[in-house]
């Protein structure tokens, strides 16, 4: 059981962007819940219950834990039962008809327009092979609003440059078809010609589409460290792989475009999810620079799986 939640740890700290406060958080909240689940005799996340995982909330609360504790208890195993859903590790959650405490959570800061430039102009810098990757998969995830799981999943078949789309397979086995922008096509365009084959050059046949330094598939977790290395340069400490995903639903609103449409963008199986966006207000720092996006909205700890 410890592997799965090593595992999950893992995926939220690079996948989700969870500071290494909230991933040591998350990870004692989860052993609790294990060792309250060992003493019920229960070895496997298979064998979890819905009465097993009301039994735990109401082993909190006899504990007088603060309603923000219980809260983050509740998200961890949440979002921890949705993680071995979505990767098949079990077949169903137990958690899913268990409410969330409701607490205030502000949507992570969105780039601005003039960040989003910044942030898609620094890998042209180096006329690499990575920096011509790092260029395609920026300019990729700004176009389509993919997360970065769905991103490292390309396969080369998956991109279509004369239709200029892409199919990605998301949570739950949706797939969905997304227009690309030109900026991006061409970007692809520049990695197809220059960057993959200089990646791919003394590395085994791959489908895969976006490679590391090795030839093989780019994983999350790298994906995650070239993006923290760009952050730095721009001094964006909370710059995380949802960011430009963020920002994405936040400029096609700010657009004009309408919240199916984003939904069906984004993948999101519920549009009260994709709701959130649409309380995203633009506001302008003292110094006129172009407007970031902070959100008003107030919203179950639970969606946070699904943004």
């Not at 294990?34 to 003493?39: A, C």
């Not at 859903?85 to 079990?90: G, P």
């Not at 952050?231 to 199916?260: C, I, K, V």
Request: glycine share 6%.
């Amino acid at each position: 059981m410890n592997d799965d939640l090593n595992r999950f740890l893992a995926y939220m700290a690079s996948e989700r962007g969870l500071s290494t406060n909230t991933t040591a958080a998350y990870r004692t909240d989860l052993e609790q819940f294990s060792v309250f689940l060992g003493e019920r005799g229960l070895a496997a996340w298979a064998s979890v219950t819905r009465d097993d995982m009301l039994a735990f909330l109401l082993f909190l609360k006899e504990r007088r834990y603060a309603n923000s504790t219980v809260a983050r208890r509740t998200a961890a195993v949440k979002s921890f039962f949705s993680y071995m859903v979505d990767e098949q590790f079990i077949t169903s959650d137990p958690t899913e008809q268990i409410d969330s405490p409701k607490v205030d959570r502000f949507l992570p800061r969105s780039l601005s327009t003039t960040q989003v430039d910044e942030l898609l102009e620094l890998p042209l810098r180096s006329r690499s092979a990575e920096g011509t990757r790092d260029k395609a998969m920026l300019e990729l995830l700004y176009a389509t609003g993919l997360r970065v799981s769905e991103l490292v999943a390309l396969n080369l078949v998956d991109v279509v440059l004369d239709a200029a789309t892409v199919r990605c397979l998301g949570k739950a086995g949706r797939e969905r078809t997304l227009p690309v922008s030109p900026t991006a096509i061409t970007s692809l365009e520049e990695y197809f010609d220059i960057g993959r084959p200089q990646l791919i050059r003394n590395a085994p046949a791959t489908d895969a589409l976006f490679l590391n330094h090795r030839g093989k598939r780019l994983t999350r977790q790298g994906f995650w460290l070239i993006l923290k290395g760009y952050a730095e340069e721009l001094s964006l400490s909370d710059l995380t792989p949802h960011t430009l995903r963020h920002s994405f639903a936040a400029h096609m609103l700010n657009g004009g475009a309408n919240l199916r449409d984003v939904q069906e963008r984004l993948g999101h199986a519920s549009l009260s999810t994709t709701q959130i966006y649409a309380q995203l207000i633009e506001t302008r720092g003292s110094n006129g620079s172009n407007g970031t996006y902070t959100a008003v909205a107030v919203v179950e700890v639970a969606e946070e799986e699904e943004d």
